[in-house]
């Protein structure tokens, strides 16, 4: 079995309840019938009714199985504008804002997760980035071990022409610009945690760099050398290495070359970018001209599972974003 069928078969044992607050876009609503339909999520679509029946018509489309809540018509709206309140009080907000703020599909999904009404939201692929993970800090809140959200993408090789057949997490490729040395570090941390969530395999950490042990002097090498310290720190039995380069992190041979006293022998499920410009290329470098299957962005760090979309992905992208936020669910 391989890694997207571990996911789905994952998802489909521990059913979990996912909101999604972009169900007028035609993709978001044929994922979201698969999802319900395969069993991988008991799926709640956010927004105008009108408009999401008008789609399901479109696309031919049976909404059969999948709840739908307009929260102009919510009976309990009051309750979750007094949430929303409470939450953001603290940034000016009154009562009467949040009521008016809470009809927006985007927040209201959030209070959702937030209130336990649903184990976790997906959206991203009609709003931006920006307004997805803001509004879920604002809202869900981070996890108490965690300094910073981060992005990650899970990368899954499984092509016959892939020599590295496997899974890997790529970090940060789509939030953290320029990670200093501490949030680099909290960056790794929390990749270990999603690979605990979705990889069936011991984590094995690379923190990315054009340096090996020292091979090249700057600051940028010296940012990760003392990031993997910190994690070392936190973490002492992880495997772990850097700086490394990416061909030492992913060949034994040539780890054994470069690398005295390795952790992980050249055999790296988790790469962590030194900034966001490495890893924004280098996940797109695998998925366009390597053929891997990209799932994410992926969001770690929140109390409880959000996660962004590309607003380029496709109902199988949307999908699997699903499974894997079931998964992280659990």
């Known amino acids: 079995m391989d890694t997207i069928e571990r996911l789905h078969q994952k998802a489909n044992e521990d059913t979990k309840r996912i909101v999604l607050p972009e169900g007028h876009d035609p ?22 009714r009108l408009q999401i029946n008008a789609c399901a018509i479109q696309c031919n489309g049976n909404l ?42 985007l927040v209201f999904a959030t209070v959702m997760v937030a209130r336990h009404d649903a184990d976790g939201m997906v959206a991203g692929a009609v709003l931006t980035t920006a307004d997805v993970v803001r509004t879920a800090i604002q809202v869900i809140g981070m996890d108490d071990a965690s300094d910073i959200v981060s992005s990650f993408f899970l990368i899954v090789f499984d092509k016959p022409f892939h020599d590295l057949k496997g899974s890997y997490i790529f970090s940060d490729c789509g939030l953290m610009i320029e990670p200093d040395t501490q949030q680099l570090a909290s960056i ?76 992980i022998m050249g055999r790296a499920n988790i790469l962590i970018f030194p900034n966001l410009e490495a890893g924004n290329i280098g996940y797109k470098i695998a998925e366009k001209f ?41």
């Open 290 to 330: 390597g053929q891997a299957i990209a799932i994410g962005p992926l969001l770690q760090g929140l109390r409880y599972p959000a996660n962004d979309l590309s607003r380029g992905c496709s109902v199988n992208d949307i999908y699997n974003v699903i499974a894997a936020t079931s998964v992280q669910a659990i």
């Open 27 to 48: 993709r978001i609503l044929q994922a979201a019938m698969k999802a319900s339909q395969d069993g991988i999520a008991d799926v709640v679509l956010v927004g105008d």
């Open 188 to 263: 790794a941390i929390s990749s270990v945690r999603s690979a605990w969530a979705l990889l069936d395999d011991e984590p094995r950490v690379a923190m990315l760099s054009f340096s090996t042990q020292g091979s090249a002097s700057h600051a940028c090498v010296s940012r990760v050398a003392k990031a993997t310290q910190l994690v070392r720190k936190r973490m002492p039995k992880l495997l772990i290495d850097g700086e490394i380069q990416l061909d030492a992190a992913l060949i034994p041979e040539i780890c054994n070359k470069k690398v005295t006293d390795s952790k």
């Open 64 to 105: 059969s199985g999948i709840e739908l809540i307009d929260p102009a018509a919510f009976s309990n709206l009051e309750d979750y504008a007094g949430c929303l309140y409470e939450k953001r009080q603290h940034k000016g907000i009154t009562v009467q804002q949040a009521v008016e703020i809470i009809r927006d599909p």
